[in-house]
Structures are given as structure tokens and as C-alpha cells.
Nanobody, 121 residues
Framework: DVQLVESGGGSVQAGGSLRLSCAAS?????MGWFRQAPEKEREGVAR????????RYADSVRARFFIFTDNAKNTIYLQMNRLKPEDTAMYYC??????????????????WGQGTQVTVS
């Protein structure tokens, strides 16, 4: 199974920016980001199909967050701009080799990172 290692979380004031990184140990068909706030369900944020570059975003982050990759490094990034307090959550990188990677279905992703905390005040 592919291993995922995240970095880049932290604390920021509302309106600020953060960039998350996720390094994969190998190639995967699809990678994405999910988040989970206390006492809430895990929510899909963005995902990208590696070969085609096709992306999908949650409505709550569209036009503020951007997902992109460095394919040579098997690394995926989440650029988060104009952050809001409601973006506060633990953010998880996820990956799968299945073609049905779906932000609405966390179970469609088979590999998960350890999570990185993002706090917006």
C-alpha cells in the first residue's frame, strides 16, 4: 500500500493562506484532501486524477482552495486562500488506485495520511 506523509498545517488568521503537502511513496491514480472538524463527519475537500489532471472541489472551498501536484515527486498540494474559521479542521491526504475516487465517498480512497491540523481564528 502507498504511504502518505502530510505537512504544512498550522494556525492562521481569517483571510490568510496555508499550503498543505502530501508526499506519496508511489504513483496513485487519484489523490485528494479531506477534512474533519470535531464532532463532524469527514468531508471531501478536493481531489485530482493524476494522469488527466481532472479536479473536483467541495462547494464550500471552490475558488479559494486549489489542488495541484508535482508528479515527479508524487506529491500533492492544497493551496488554501482566504481561509475562514469554518475551515478549521484536521486535514487528511488520501489516495487510491481505483477509478471511482469520489469526494462524497471517503471509502473510495484506500490510503490515508496521519492528518495535519489547520486552525483559523
Amino acid at each position: 500500500d502507498v504511504q502518505l506523509v502530510e505537512s504544512g498545517g498550522g494556525s492562521v488568521q481569517a483571510g490568510g493562506s496555508l499550503r498543505l503537502s502530501c508526499a506519496a511513496s508511489g504513483y496513485t491514480y487519484c489523490m485528494g484532501w479531506f477534512r474533519q472538524a470535531p464532532e463532524k463527519e469527514r468531508e471531501g475537500v478536493a481531489r485530482r486524477v493524476t494522469a488527466s489532471g481532472t479536479t473536483r472541489y467541495a462547494d464550500s472551498v471552490r475558488a479559494r482552495f486549489f489542488i495541484f501536484t508535482d508528479n515527479a515527486k508524487n506529491t500533492i498540494y492544497l493551496q488554501m486562500n482566504r481561509l475562514k474559521p469554518e475551515d478549521t479542521a484536521m486535514y487528511y491526504c488520501a489516495a487510491t488506485n481505483a477509478t471511482n475516487c469520489n469526494l462524497l465517498e471517503p471509502k473510495s480512497f484506500s490510503a490515508w495520511g496521519q492528518g495535519t491540523q489547520v486552525t483559523v481564528s
